[in-house]
């Protein structure tokens, strides 16, 4: 299964956008693909990155799932939207990782990912080279955020080890996910490498590559979080704790609930 991509505005304005479906089936989600279909998603991330970053500063590819998510159609892809200029969010997130590089002299989400290592207690997956965590400052009740172990800048720089590795670790997360309520889990999720296009030669080895799940159901299928009254007036409250959500997500099955009984003993010893 190959992606195939729509590009919705051309290459030569301010912002670039492209479309991209992972699977030619319509009910077919990421959790429910093989490793194998994962990691050509992951492949066509890569590629696009570097077709849009030659050109385009940021280049942002995000994915909203489900219609509580604003989702209106149901099949299975992702959108990136490649602009001229760094978004709010990268701004803040290149201040930030520049100020941390120039005062200690290494990467802050370097330095984050060791912390988390040791203390164990917001993990949620570790593999040989990604982790998977409830970060401290988590708005959203099950917010993660997926991990390179080593110092990687962009998705382009990931070796063929790491892919595959990414493949397999982004299928056990959204299994969780699914299986939390056992129904498809909403979410909008997004990558966050460092910038491209004409400045892409310069110094960046302050960035360190990750990406922001953001799924909104708070204690049900139905139930969901909603940031209103004080939390856009003042400040975000949490409804459970970054450790309470960790390890319920860590307690979930990585076989996901829709397989029958034969799947799941394959799918186990697989």
Same mark, same amino acid.
């Given at each position: 299964?190959? =992606? ?5 505005? /051309?290459?030569?304005?301010? #912002? ?14 990421? =959790? ?31 994915? %909203?799932? /489900?219609?509580?998510? /604003?989702?209106? %159609? =149901? ?70 955020? @997926? ?31 699914? %299986? ?14 460092? =910038?491209?296009?004409?400045?892409? /030669?310069? %110094? ?27 939390? #856009? @007036? ?37």
């Amino acid at each position: 299964t190959t =992606p195939s991509t729509l590009c919705v505005l /051309g290459p030569q304005g301010p #912002m670039g956008s492209k479309v991209m479906c992972f699977h030619p089936w319509s009910d077919v989600t990421l =959790p429910l693909m093989s490793v194998p279909e994962i990691r050509v998603v992951v492949d066509a991330w890569a590629s696009v990155t570097e077709e849009l970053g030659v050109q385009y500063p940021w280049v942002q590819i995000f994915e %909203n799932k /489900g219609a509580m998510m /604003g989702c209106s %159609n =149901p099949h299975p892809h992702c959108q990136v939207w490649a602009s001229s200029f760094l978004p709010d969010i990268a701004q803040r997130e290149e201040r930030c990782q520049r100020a941390y590089q120039s005062q200690h002299g290494e990467p802050l989400l370097m330095e984050y990912s060791r912390q988390e290592l040791l203390r164990k207690e917001r993990l949620v997956l570790t593999s040989e080279h990604w982790l998977v965590l409830v970060p401290f400052w988590a708005v959203w009740p099950y917010q993660t955020l @997926l991990l390179p172990r080593r110092h990687v800048r962009r998705l382009p720089e990931l070796t063929p080890a790491e892919r595959d590795d990414l493949a397999s670790i982004m299928k056990k997360l959204l299994t969780k996910y699914d %299986n939390l309520f056992e129904m498809s889990f909403p979410y909008s999720m997004g990558w966050h490498g460092a =910038p491209t296009g004409s400045e892409a /030669g310069a %110094n960046w080895d302050h960035w360190q590559l990750h990406a922001h799940y953001y799924p909104p159901l708070l204690r049900s299928a139905t139930v969901r979080k909603f940031m209103v009254g004080y939390e #856009m @007036l003042a400040q975000a409250q949490r409804d459970l704790t970054p450790e309470q959500a960790a390890e319920r997500l860590r307690a979930l099955p990585e076989v996901h609930y829709r397989l029958g009984q034969k799947d799941r003993e394959t799918a186990a010893i697989a």
